[in-house]
């Protein structure tokens, strides 16, 4: 028999997702229809990007993660904890879904450093070193949605721009002590595809082993990898349910099930 | 012998000292050692202008105000609600001082509606309706300090730039039923001036009778005519104390003292 734990679903969804405002709509749809306790966590970068540029601001892409100099620090800033998270808080109370838009600054929610420089410097950007569990259960004991967006800060006044699935991940591997988690990266594919061309050729489950094979083949590969990366993190830390799925999959557990 | 009502200090600061990184930094040391309950309320107004600009966007302002387009809508979300909101709770959280950043839109704390259409279209700004005391209490009651930037929302998914003078104002009315309230205007000057050219001419008190002869003579006039008429609107709804001063009365009540 199960501990007496409450469900908790954390969901995160794209930056590819949020920018299609009728699809955002859909998306929050059913995401306030979630029962239970929920925590939304959004992404934005492709419009960081398009913001950036319209700033003549050329975006510094490495292996899919961003070099955020000062200059895109403040877009980042503007983009995601401006923009997008109010839309998303604003759309969610008019459905109502009482929510809350936070920064990992806001009630020192997501303290993180910045990251250390090896190779390459990456700039303004968070590694995560604390979630603090307590103020975000009491939100949620109050019917409070938190809604993160890829912002933290690192308690002395520094704010980094932080990956939105590490920021799932993290929080999800923080709160699974206390909850039964299913976490569910939402993209705008309907899982992991075995053939990237084909969006019908979806795995329906991964283990860690599946996932070192499909590394080798080049079947998961670029972007995909940080990604099952925060997935296995997640579970290693007892989160009990992670799904990469598409948003058809935010009522159902469908799309790829990733499992130890 | 007063009641029991705690005591709240209600801050508003000006866009000129928020955008002033140096004195934005000097403020917010003093505003972390008020004793008690505090709120924040910024602007952002000249900031806003500015990053309007760099986007292309020419800033329309009708007597002090700005006629809000949705493309508008979005520079001021962004620099409102994402940078400068921000920037502050992160500093405010290295002091330490628990902050949480908020629009109208979070926890629905303040519903506003569209400005309705009289002789001028102010396109996306909002009047508010209400100020939902409840939730803005048991943040005060948990030690957190709300930072308001000047959005609020209609609960139809809508967002709304919102004027920073009056969502004190009616932060302070609101909340006047639960807490003994000093609610101080602070901004670049140390008061309200009789002569706009000398920064000493200090009036140290301005009752609403002095308030209409000072009006008539010329000597308050322009963006002053609708912060003096959101302190009257605090003080005709039983907040206590009401200042217009600068960054230097903090601490102390100095600068202009406001009374019915």
């Known amino acids: 028999m199960k501990n007496q734990k409450p469900l908790l679903t954390i969901l995160k969804i794209g930056g590819k997702l949020v920018e299609d405002e009728q699809k955002l709509n859909y998306i929050l749809q059913k995401f306030a229809k979630i029962k239970g306790r929920k925590i939304l966590i959004h992404g934005g970068g492709k419009a960081a990007s398009t913001w950036s540029k319209k700033l003549g601001i050329t975006p510094n892409m490495i292996d899919g993660r961003r070099v955020t100099d000062a200059a895109t620090l403040e877009v980042v800033t503007m983009v995601y904890a401006g923009l997008y998270n109010k839309k998303i808080v604003s759309m969610l109370q ?57 912002i933290t800060h690192d308690k002395n006044g520094q704010l980094l721009n932080t990956n939105a699935d590490t920021i799932a991940s993290k929080l999800a591997s923080a709160l699974a002590p206390f909850y039964h988690i299913t976490l569910k990266f939402c993209f705008e594919k309907n899982g992991v595809l075995k053939n990237p061309a084909d969006d019908d050729s979806i795995i329906s489950k991964i283990d860690y082993q599946d996932y070192q094979k499909y590394k080798t083949d080049g079947i998961i590969s670029d972007g995909m990898i940080p990604k099952m990366d925060n997935a296995f993190s997640a579970l290693n830390s007892e989160v009990e349910q992670v799904y990469i799925c598409g948003v058809d999959a935010i009522h159902q557990n469908a799309g790829t099930s990733i499992k130890l």
Chains 1, 2 share one sequence.
């Open 94 to 150: 008019a459905i109502p879904c009482n929510a809350l838009g936070l920064t990992g600054a806001d009630l020192n929610t997501i303290q993180s450093h910045k990251r250390v420089v090896k190779d390459l410097d990456y700039g303004y950007v968070g590694d995560i070193d604390f979630v603090q569990t307590s103020i975000i259960q009491q939100l949620l004991n109050n019917h409070i949605t938190p809604v993160f967006c890829a």
